[in-house]
DNA sequence: CCTCATTTGTGCGTATGTATC
DNA sequence: TGATACATACGCACAAATGAG
């Protein structure tokens, strides 16, 4: 891990030209940047250290760091205390149709997909749940909150929510079960559709971008969506927030 | 908390907790952002000086322009060289319920009812351009530039691209015509569908936030998509912006 | 469970360049 | 032209997270 891969010259200097009116730290990112471009860095390799960095380019610590921090601020590299700075993989192409789940798209790509529960409980439906599901405002309803992985990369966060008198056993359900298909399933909901998909998007919130580790500012690509079972009733009102870095809407004809 | 503050007001000192575990410059990052938030600071008016700030953080000048980038990333403040930091004229909020409803069918969004043609001229793929159409980067396209407005308020940005052998008239068909359906029924072209669109989002540059008549740095939604002839050939790829504030995709099943 | 080396995160002090007024 | 204010850059030091052993 601490082998980093670089083709070419790794012991040598990359020259940065000093005190010509471009600064130290703007030429590193274009640099780094012509690298992952170039397909010379590719998604998921470790760049080198910030102390590599410096010695390699002829600069301070510092001066890599203000590079590397706008290379995150793009979404092109992600990093991690303690473990290092990586280039960030290719938008994830995200279907959405009828019956879109998430684990197809994800295995599509040819990743590992993995979901975690944030939280589970009941609380009352807020306006905007409340029009989605069809019910009046402050109606009990189950909610569960959950982040969507690719290869232990946050993808997306969602936040779910059904009526409660008809899914009071659900939230269980899901703890045991894993998914919401098979939790909707054990609550005698065979098959389901989706009826509507209304695509938005705004900025990360800072505890949005702590749970999907994101550059704080970076934007979610906000989609609210209304399952409904095969007789038309809502079963579910759906909000997913997908990094706008890491996966990318696609409508299907 | 904060005491009244105003440009020059040196004097006071807010206290700042070391050693606790949040940054020094996270929580000056709040503080200012409070202060902005609670109207202390109203758009337009220019924050302190760093030096100044530093002084009443009790903090290096570094740690406040840690800060004030921060805020200059989440677009509360702008900072220029040589003037100072000034308060954003956006607003804090994204209202969600004020938007205007878009309520067109992405499915049929190609057809361009009602706009205005900013530009029509013929020029070269590049690559994306190339790769949508399945032609050869540097290939001749015909390009068309629209704007779409309801009610005098302008909504989206359309870039549509032709590959060119073929559309050789589409652009005079355009102008004369008002309509990509009926320029493309005028090159031969009878019926046509939707073969895939993607949706992602990214601020607004200086150009296109003039054409929207939008403040720079709000957040479009950039719809990409590929139209294919009855037999499968590409014939159409338009990317078009809209103007989170003033449209919601809606994808329906 | 703990230790330890590695790596990034934070913060200070200093110096100098450059844009604005 | 000078004073002010932001921009860039270096060097040092220590904190905090990670991962290997």
Chains 1, 2 share one sequence.
Not at 137 to 152: F, I, K, N, Q, Y
Not at 174 to 189: D, K, M, N, P, W
Not at 223 to 237: A, E, L, M
Request: glycine letters at 8%.
């Amino acid at each position: 891990m601490t082998e980093t891969m670089r083709p070419g010259d790794d012991s040598s200097v990359t020259e940065i030209a000093r005190g010509r009116g471009i600064a130290a730290w703007r030429q590193i990112t274009d640099e780094i940047e012509a690298d992952i471009g170039a397909g010379r860095l590719r998604p998921g390799m470790q760049l080198p250290t910030e102390a590599q960095l410096a010695v390699r380019f002829a600069v301070n610590r510092h001066t890599v760091r203000r590079s590397l921090a706008e290379l995150s601020a793009r979404g092109l590299v992600r990093t991690t205390q303690g473990r290092g700075t990586f280039v960030e993989e290719r938008p994830l192409a995200y279907p959405i149709g009828a019956r879109t789940r998430f684990s197809e798209n994800v295995s599509r790509a040819g990743r590992e997909a993995s979901g975690k529960l944030l939280d589970g409980y009941e609380t009352l439906a807020d306006p905007v749940v409340a029009q989605a599901l069809g019910l009046t405002e402050g109606s009990p309803v189950a909610r569960l909150d959950t982040v969507r992985m690719a290869d232990d990369t946050p993808i997306s966060l969602g936040n779910a929510y059904f009526p409660l008198p008809r899914f009071a056993g659900l939230i269980e359900a899901y703890r045991s079960l894993g998914t919401v298909t098979q939790a909707l399933e054990a609550c005698g909901i065979p098959d389901y559709r989706r009826l509507e998909t209304r695509i938005s998007a705004r900025p990360a919130g800072t505890e949005e971008a702590a749970k999907l580790d994101l550059a704080p500012g970076r934007l979610l690509l906000t989609v609210d969506s209304i399952n409904v079972d095969p007789d038309g009733v809502p079963i579910q009102f759906t909000r997913a927030m997908f990094s706008v870095d890491r996966a990318e809407i696609v409508v299907e004809s």
